[in-house]
């Protein structure tokens, strides 16, 4: 069943809308990640990292909608690893209703198959569900698909999408 699924880019003012929808993307990887609640019964969201989505070249935060309804959400940045010169998607969230439908499927292989640019996509190895989905995002993209090494997170399982065979 195709579902009408519209990427919004946001702004600054979506900041909060994005921020309390990164609580249910937190909690839903605490066990994996081992996190805890702040005080406040919140998870943490380093602020200054956060605020990047609005103000870093290539950097974005982008509302998923599925029928005009909010569904989720994707955050792009550009990647700061040495010798990475790619986008990377950093992280898709689809809110348990619209799962199963391809919502995220056809979300994550919008972005890593259209633009200028080279992706890294990483998965955390110990989240099962996770690394199926990301290889069957990789599955069937119209770019070359190559895992890599990458030193500063062991648990990462590393995936280079070129935009041109090299």
């Known amino acids: 069943m ?15 809308l994005v921020r309390n929808l990164y609580q249910f993307y937190a909690y839903e990887s605490s066990d994996w990640e081992q996190e805890d609640i702040e005080a406040d019964g919140r998870f943490y969201i ?19 909608l599925v029928d005009g309804f909010i569904a989720g959400f994707v955050l792009v940045e550009r990647s700061e ?8 998607l950093a992280d898709l969230f689809v809110l348990k209703k619209y799962r199963r439908l391809g919502v995220g499927l056809a979300v994550a292989r919008q972005f890593l198959s259209e633009g200028p640019h080279d992706w890294l996509l990483r998965c955390h190895a110990e989240d099962a569900p996770a690394l ?14 190559r895992e890599i090494a990458l030193d ?4 990462l399982r590393n995936y280079w999408v070129t935009q041109r065979l090299h």
């Open 81 to 88: 690893l040495p010798g990475v010169d790619a986008l990377e």
């Open 152 to 155: 500063d997170e062991p648990q």
């Open 46 to 64: 380093h602020e200054p990292h956060f605020q990047r989505y609005w103000q870093a070249t290539d950097w974005s935060a982008n509302l998923i």
């Open 132 to 145: 199926a989905f990301c290889q069957a995002v990789l599955a069937d993209l119209p770019r070359p698909v």
């Open 2 to 16: 195709a579902v009408p699924i519209e990427l919004l880019q946001t702004g600054p003012e979506h900041a909060g």
